[in-house]
């Protein structure tokens, strides 16, 4: 690797990526249960940090974030008159209500005061938190937990329907100055102007790595996320990067490889995109234009194929993928 400044261009060499999966990473608004009055209301919601994208168990503390929720009222309450409520618990700090104009006073408990008054429809979309960042409100590493409602009418208490348990927006704690998990510091090195920590290629990363944005990320070679052999979801290594984060590698054939016992979870966002990029990458270069300078992102599926065996061998890299009893 050149050990000069370097400096990325962050145009269309970079791939930003949204990959999402059920379970910590949802790909629509996790469901929530319902509470109160009209038994046949539905309501979803969650932490997300791209628009909807994608739904996040964990938001990182230098990331805007939105929680947001969508209730589905009963039949019978669409075209009523009636309010939607919002309130929150943070942290040990307490509970909050959210009041019109997106005010937010504590809760006495009892009180149902809603943040709109309208005539309800098919679907009801609510803002609970917008753009909010962790580092920029101290609240990292706190968990903020809000329940929505809405009631029908002018008696809030014998028409009030909610969801009885909170979806929940979990602020990572500030990331940490040093290298992450899995990776090494490039002393003297900068990229997108971070520090750089090195993924280590050959020998497969068989834990859990999380690469957050306050570095950029090289490797040399191919670097390879779980086993060569597919394993339970719930078993698989998952590699997560944060939004604004920026990979690179060396000229060349080097690749990153998620393989079938792994899992990638690359949480950009249209302002904060996640990059992957060669060392090439640099100011004034033809980025539009310029193709085949690194290897590339490689992701083994073990769907069924037709092939002799069922498997396939990725070119390049080496390692498998197929192997599946049955298509998805």
Same mark, same amino acid.
């Given at each position: 690797?050149?050990?000069?400044?370097?400096?990325?261009?962050?145009?269309?060499?970079?791939?930003?990526?949204?990959?999402?999966?059920?379970?910590?990473?949802?790909?629509?608004?996790?469901?929530?249960?319902?509470?109160?009055?009209?038994?046949?209301?539905?309501?979803?919601?969650? /932490?997300?940090?791209?628009? +909807?994208?994608?739904?996040?168990?964990? $938001?990182? &503390? %230098? =990331?805007?974030?939105?929680?947001?929720? @969508?209730?589905?009222? /009963?039949?019978?309450?669409? +075209?009523?008159?009636?309010?939607?409520? $919002?309130? &929150? %618990? =943070?942290?040990?700090?307490?509970?909050? @209500?959210?009041?019109?104009?997106?005010?937010?006073?504590?809760?006495?408990?009892?009180?149902?005061?809603?943040?709109?008054?309208?005539?309800?429809?098919?679907?009801?979309?609510?803002?609970?938190?917008?753009?909010?960042?962790?580092?920029?409100?101290?609240?990292?590493?706190?968990?903020?937990?809000?329940?929505?409602?809405?009631?029908?009418?002018?008696?809030?208490?014998?028409?009030?329907?909610?969801?009885?348990?909170?979806?929940?927006?979990?602020?990572?704690?500030?990331?940490?100055?040093?290298?992450?998990?899995?990776?090494?510091?490039?002393?003297?090195?900068?990229?997108?102007?971070?520090?750089?920590?090195?993924?280590?290629?050959?020998?497969?990363?068989?834990?859990?790595?999380?690469?957050?944005?306050?570095?950029?990320?090289?490797?040399?070679?191919?670097?390879?996320?779980?086993?060569?052999?597919?394993?339970?979801?719930?078993?698989?290594?998952?590699?997560?990067?944060?939004?604004?984060?920026?990979?690179?590698?060396?000229?060349?054939?080097?690749?990153?490889?998620?393989?079938?016992?792994?899992?990638?979870?690359?949480?950009?966002?249209?302002?904060?995109?996640?990059?992957?990029?060669?060392?090439?990458?640099?100011?004034?270069?033809?980025?539009?234009?310029?193709?085949?300078?690194?290897?590339?992102?490689?992701?083994?599926?073990?769907?069924?194929?037709?092939?002799?065996?069922?498997?396939?061998?990725?070119?390049?890299?080496?390692?498998?993928?197929?192997?599946?009893?049955?298509?998805?």
């Amino acid at each position: 690797m050149k050990k000069e400044l370097l400096k990325t261009s962050a145009l269309a060499t970079g791939v930003a990526l949204a990959l999402a999966s059920m379970g910590a990473h949802a790909a629509t608004q996790p469901s929530l249960a319902t509470a109160g009055a009209a038994t046949t209301a539905t309501f979803s919601g969650g /932490a997300t940090v791209n628009g +909807g994208a994608s739904y996040l168990a964990e $938001v990182p &503390a %230098e =990331v805007a974030a939105d929680l947001v929720a @969508t209730i589905t009222p /009963a039949a019978a309450d669409v +075209g009523k008159k009636g309010g939607i409520v $919002v309130i &929150a %618990e =943070v942290g040990n700090l307490g509970f909050f @209500t959210k009041l019109s104009g997106g005010i937010w006073v504590p809760w006495d408990g009892a009180s149902i005061l809603p943040t709109v008054t309208k005539t309800l429809t098919e679907s009801e979309s609510v803002s609970v938190l917008d753009d909010l960042i962790g580092n920029d409100t101290s609240l990292a590493g706190l968990t903020i937990k809000a329940y929505v409602g809405y009631y029908t009418g002018d008696n809030p208490l014998s028409t009030i329907t909610y969801t009885a348990a909170p979806m929940e927006m979990k602020i990572a704690e500030k990331a940490a100055d040093t290298c992450p998990t899995n990776t090494t510091a490039l002393s003297g090195v900068t990229f997108a102007g971070k520090s750089v920590c090195q993924l280590p290629s050959g020998d497969p990363i068989l834990t859990d790595t999380h690469l957050t944005n306050n570095f950029s990320y090289f490797f040399d070679g191919n670097v390879f996320i779980g086993a060569d052999e597919d394993t339970a979801v719930a078993d698989k290594v998952k590699l997560t990067i944060d939004a604004g984060t920026t990979i690179f590698a060396t000229e060349g054939a080097a690749a990153l490889t998620v393989r079938r016992g792994g899992m990638i979870f690359a949480n950009g966002t249209k302002d904060h995109p996640v990059i992957m990029t060669s060392e090439l990458d640099v100011e004034g270069i033809d980025a539009l234009n310029t193709r085949g300078k690194w290897g590339g992102l490689v992701v083994s599926g073990s769907a069924t194929l037709n092939s002799a065996d069922g498997f396939g061998v990725n070119e390049g890299v080496g390692d498998t993928y197929g192997g599946g009893a049955a298509n998805p």
